[in-house]
């Protein structure tokens, strides 16, 4: 019996799996796998949403760049900077809204709340990137949650100050549009994987993007610098943390992970790309 198929009772029926979709465990070779590995340097502080490659996961972090530094002096002069301590909200789903949010420094857990409580993270976001779409003026209430993952510095533009600069500079109005950009591909990855892709497949795409991201070579295996919670895990790939928990136990069965502490290490990453790449 396949593990997804084991799996598939302990899932939601809104989150079941397709039924064709179930992933065998009994390899016995190392075999050649279809992933192609970015070849671009890994970004310092890069964000993190469901996504099949790290290419332009970062993308939206650089949607100023194409303004002069005096623009940009000027892009943060008409904010006013605020700090968020660790685990405390940016905004919150459901409050009205009232501009956007440029990270300056931290990282933020942005996120939607089902009426069951039930959570599922569209990123996890880094300096650069802004926040508190998709109103960008200001009107109608945020429609998802914004958490400080650690400390965070942050620009809070209001609506009538978004309105000036993009009135009055034009160059801002096209950076902005960049931005939207790099926010659409997000939201279209994360619809594309929920929808084509098995919880296994989205877990197991997680780990492999953990890995390019956070990983360090140690001998035969991979070990992923980023502590991350099952409930992390779970709210990520739209799964719960005791399906997630039951899986990384039966990845460690099969020898494809082991896990020191909240430490995640690969061992057999071949296997975790067989279950992307089945033929």
């Not at 623009?71 to 909200?89: D, F, K, L, N, S």
């Not at 009205?96 to 993270?121: C, K, L, M």
């Not at 492999?208 to 956070?214: D, G, P």
Request: charged content about 20%; proline content about 4%.
């Amino acid at each position: 019996m396949t593990i997804l198929k084991e799996a598939a009772a302990t899932e939601p029926a809104a989150f079941a799996d397709r039924p064709h979709a179930g992933v065998p465990f009994d390899w016995t070779d190392h075999k050649k796998t279809r992933r192609i590995r970015s070849t671009r340097a890994r970004p310092a502080s890069s964000a993190l949403f469901m996504s099949e490659t790290i290419d332009g996961l970062n993308a939206g972090a650089h949607f100023l760049d194409r303004l002069s530094a005096s623009e940009q002096a000027r892009v943060h002069a008409a904010g006013r900077i605020i700090t968020v301590p660790q685990g405390e909200m940016v905004f919150s789903q459901g409050d009205g809204h009232d501009g956007i949010f440029i990270i300056r420094r931290g990282q933020v857990r942005v996120y939607y709340t089902a009426p069951s409580g039930r959570e599922i993270t569209l990123a996890y976001w880094t300096p650069g990137h802004f926040i508190g779409g998709p109103e960008i003026s200001g009107g109608g209430i945020h429609m998802w949650s914004g958490i400080a993952i650690e400390a965070c510095e942050i620009a809070a533009l209001s609506g009538p100050a978004l309105e000036k600069l993009l009135t009055g500079m034009p160059s801002f109005a096209l950076a902005l549009i960049d931005g939207l950009i790099a926010k659409g591909k997000c939201y279209s990855s994360m619809a594309q994987i929920l929808g084509t892709r098995s919880v296994i497949e989205r877990l197991a795409q997680f780990l492999l993007t953990l890995s390019e991201l956070h990983g360090t070579a140690d001998g035969d295996t991979i070990v992923i610098n980023r502590k991350i919670t099952h409930d992390q895990i779970a709210a990520m790939v739209g799964s719960t943390r005791q399906w997630v928990t039951m899986m990384l136990k039966r990845f460690q069965n099969r020898r494809i992970i082991a896990i020191d502490g909240s430490s995640i290490r690969i061992r057999r990453i071949d296997l975790l790309e067989q279950i992307l790449f089945r033929d």
